[in-house]
């Protein structure tokens, strides 16, 4: 009769069956499985275009961003002259890419604010009127709405001889829009100081009535003395002075206006179809946003005799913030990033100055892609930090 002896597991096997069944363990060594096989890709993908670039004797690096660009830009907000270099021809790009997308985020977020509200309205016709809006707007192509600004309005417009005009400052015609240029004098510096110095006690005043309104019950006119403050301390500042500012103005000669400051009809149809289209989608941000507020609070509000602007200045909008700031980053995102398709119309951002015009002449690509990529991303996680950290101040704190 046989007798079988049962074999004891080996310790050493068993103690790394241990180990790997180690969840902890297992999440550390998928993590580092993961970051070895991105290395490895990205080692690869270097090493292999590194290898195609020499074998075409193309050149690799940065050293060509002290090169002088050979070529003039229609417009650009920072001064500019053919024969700078790819570096400032990058920093022009930039600026002028932040301009539009700057002006079309705050003009953004201020139409979508009032079409959403009038979505909400109990007046039939000032409700249908923002639906249809919303609903054409946002389900028509962002390139279509440039080009029919563009080329169905701007490009119509009457010659400078025929121009549009407002007050004998603001002439619109088709080579754009023409408006005063200030030319600050010596001082004016203070009146900036002053500036800044209302806008921080505009916020502070702001910040004390808040507190006051919840500990006291009382309300204070803060909006009001906000602006009286905001305006009124430059204003004594700059007349103290000796008000050292002065205006260059726009003045007809010849076949076109000499003076002032001009904005190119590109930028208009851009900033117009920016602002446009993607307020109707922060429109409907907003509408949700009001509508995840409970009614009760509304009722509450009346009970406690506020009236209907103050109950949607005090308790509906900031309720309604928790849930509009979300979409509201990814709304501001994609307009700076859509700002791009400027260059179907010819206005030079930073794609057609440095991606098209630039990388057509250096012949360095790779460079020239990963510098714009890096802008888009750099804005992009900006606005986006910067809008979660508010979100995170608003957001219902449990205790």
Known sequence: MAVFEKTAPRRGSHSVLEWLNDERVRSVL???????????????????????????GMSVGFDFLSSEAGFSIAWTVLPYKAGDSYFH??????VNTLVVSFAAILFTTFLGFIVGIMRLSRNWLISKIASAYVEILRNTPLLLQILFWFLAVFSL?????????????FFLNNRGLYIPAPVPG????IT??????????????AVWAKKRLYATGQPFPSFWAGLGVLFGLPLVVFVATG??????FAQLKGFNFVGGASVPPAFCAVLLAL??????????????????VSHGQTEASYSLG???????????????????VPPMISNWMNVVKNSSLAIAIGYPDLVAVYMQTSLNQSGHAIEIVAMVMLFYMSVSLSISAALNYYNKIVQLKER
């Not at 417009?157 to 400052?169: A, E, H, I, N, T």
């Not at 010596?186 to 510096?189: D, I, M, N, S, V």
């Not at 446009?276 to 946003?289: F, K, N, P, T």
């Open 30 to 56: 998928y993590q580092v499985l993961v970051a070895v096989a991105v290395v490895a890709v990205a080692r690869y993908l270097f090493t292999n275009t590194s290898e195609n670039l020499q074998a075409r």
């Open 89 to 94: 021809v990058y920093l022009v790009g930039i």
């Open 157 to 169: 417009l009457p010659r400078p001889k025929s121009s549009f005009g407002l007050f004998d400052m």
């Open 186 to 189: 010596p001082g004016f510096e």
């Open 192 to 205: 900036m100081i002053a500036v800044l110095v209302a806008i921080v006690a505009t916020y502070a005043l």
């Open 243 to 248: 008000a050292p500012l002065s205006f260059d």
């Open 275 to 292: 602002v446009i289209y993607h307020s109707a989608y922060m429109a409907e941000a907003v509408r949700a946003g009001i509508m995840s």
């Open 306 to 324: 506020l009236r209907p602007g103050m109950t949607l200045r005090l308790v509906i909008i900031p309720q309604a913030m928790r849930a509009v």
